[in-house]
């Protein structure tokens, strides 16, 4: 790994849900600038593991540091720290009650409290990133899975996070609308936006990723370079998910 | 004899009538938006209250009220002496509970992920709240809003038994003059058909419209 600063870590991170272990000890760590994948099995805990990643769910043990600070135990403002790490959904989130350009617009305005105009150009800006400023003007109720998906990602792209968590974010959408969502992202990859996405597009993880992660029972029982991990998985766990995925798709 | 003046006649009840509906009402969104908010956000044990005041509601009948406000309470609240105003308040009141069912009901079908997007952002639960949850629940509530202002526009008419000049008491003291039991009852429902039916029907297609709009279920 590289000499960069570690925005996003976890310790230890576990997590329980009644009886269930779902998360059973997680370590984990990502630089600025880097892309991380994370795939496994469904049920496996990728996106209990986001979502705590994310800071939208306590751990039930464990900790989580951002750009070092550990951020249950320190009296860091989570709000602000949400306001930093943005979120790409697998179900469609958008507000529906807001255009794609209001999506946009509402953590601008109410979050990082910007006047409406600069709101309007960033958000502008930033729909048009996402090739999508054709369509500002339309609520998600009348945008395709694929550029609902895109607003999405403008929406928590225009907060200048200094990371993107994306959980399955083309699961939902036909192969046509996959490819101009995964597109969006490699693009973002690019431009060195710091991103960990749960995906099961290997294509993606393969000309992007600096890592994959194989998750499976609540853990991460295996992790290297894609060429690595997708030409040679070392655990049997890894083979088997793998060869289902590449035979059944 | 009912005629067409005692027809033109009646109508003179229908400003108080709508008077009485439309106050109410909005004595009513003004209580059931924070009975709603408090249920949604329990806090200092005012959800207690909210839960109390909205059994009180539904166990006590508006009549009842009216009475107990007006003959009853006249003494310790002025206001009370006016027959307008406490048959107003009595029906407001249970409109607040009411309504605060009708606006829970909405915030809920609004959907988790709606929050969990907001917050997301760096939204504290109450800007999520306001800005995301509450807009949407206004559309959903809509049909169930209509549904309220029927029931105020017709239960309204228990003001009658307090003497308050609507329509009710209208039709019956045409019905006293003519010695005719059958048309101005007759008038009186037409009328309130006629108030009631374009009000609810308006907001439930415009809730329809809106939800399609903003595919809101
Ligand atoms: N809020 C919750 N309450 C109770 N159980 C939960 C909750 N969220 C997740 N679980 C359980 O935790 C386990 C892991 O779920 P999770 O959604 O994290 O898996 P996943 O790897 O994302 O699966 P998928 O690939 O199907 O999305 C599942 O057994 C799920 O039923
Ligand atoms: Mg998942």
Redesign the pocket.
Known sequence: MGMGEVILASRGLK?R??D?W??KGIDFEIERGQTKVII????????????IMGLL?PPTEGKIFFEGKDVYSSNLDLNMLRAKIGFVF?EPSLFRHLTALGNVKLGLRVVLKMKEEEARRRALEVLKAVKLEDWADHYPAQLSGGQQQRVGIARALAMNPDIILF??PT?SLDIELTWEVIDVMKELARRGVTMLV?THELGFAKEVADEILF?DD?RIIESGPPEELLRNPKTQRAREFLSRLIGGA | MFTFNDFLFLLQGVPNTLAISFLSFALGFGLGIPTAIVKQFPKYGLNYVADAYIKLMRGIPVLVFMLLFHFGMAGIVPLFKSAFLSATFALGFRSGAFQSQIFRGAMNSVGRNQMMAAVSLGMTRWQAFRHVILPQAFIVALPGLGSEIALLIKDSSYAFVLGVLELTKYSDIVRKATRSFFFPYLAAAIIYILITFPIANYLDRMGSRLKSRYGLR
């Open positions: 997590k849900y009644g269930l779902v998360l496994g099995p469904s049920g496996s805990g990728k996106s209990t593991f986001l979502r769910e697998q959980d399955e699961a749960v998750m609540g």
